[in-house]
């Protein structure tokens, strides 16, 4: 479904994000992304699932971030 098609169902809302919150996912996304690194030496399927929702974080937060400037 379109998010258009979302929107209008209610089923999501549009939501600007502030600065501070931005900062905060990025800042989870650099957390997790460290532990992603360590774990790599145990289990990489985990690892990379890990980077992987990390790097979608990234982008949702860097989206956030053009719309607010």
Known sequence: MQIEGLL????IYPHRAT?????RVLQLADR????ARHIMAEDWDW???I???????????????????
């Open 8 to 11: 209008r169902k209610r089923k």
């Open 19 to 23: 600065q501070g919150e931005i900062n």
């Open 32 to 35: 997790d992304l460290r532990m």
């Open 47 to 49: 690892a990379f699932s």
């Open 51 to 69: 980077a992987f929702v990390d790097t979608v974080k990234d982008r949702l937060a860097i989206t956030d971030s053009e719309a607010v400037e």
